[in-house]
Nanobody, 114 residues
Framework: QVQLVESGGGLVQAGGSLRLSCGASGSIRSINTMAWYRQAPGRQRELVATITSRRTTSYADSVKGRFTISRDNAKNTLYLQMNSLKLEDTAVYYC????????WGQGTQVTVSS
């Protein structure tokens, strides 16, 4: 079974940057929307950013202007460039692929410290 594997999380100071990546362990055909979600302790999972197969993007208001989502269709890889990180960005970040079925990553921890 194909799985999504995330990388790039870690500990960073407020104002710093991180780049998350998400790739598939095998081939996935006809991926439409890719997205990043996050879940902070005690809170519901929330949508951070989406990108369609035509590279149309959308962002949560809380990350607009700071985060950039991108994708490499040839590699079936998703990225999230996170700049000007804030304490409230601390969460587990999950990637999501929508194809004939849906796929979720296992999550990668992002911790922003003061």
């Amino acid at each position: 079974q194909v799985q999504l594997v995330e990388s790039g999380g870690g500990l960073v100071q407020a104002g710093g940057s991180l780049r998350l990546s998400c790739g598939a362990s095998g081939s996935i055909r006809s991926i439409n929307t890719m997205a990043w979600y996050r879940q902070a302790p005690g809170r519901q999972r929330e949508l951070v950013a989406t990108i369609t197969s035509r590279r149309t993007t959308s962002y949560a208001d809380s990350v607009k202007g700071r985060f950039t989502i991108s994708r490499d269709n040839a590699k079936n890889t998703l990225y999230l460039q996170m700049n000007s990180l804030k304490l409230e960005d601390t969460a587990v970040y999950y990637c999501y692929f929508q194809a004939y079925t849906t796929y979720w990553g296992q999550g990668t921890q992002v911790t922003v410290s003061s």
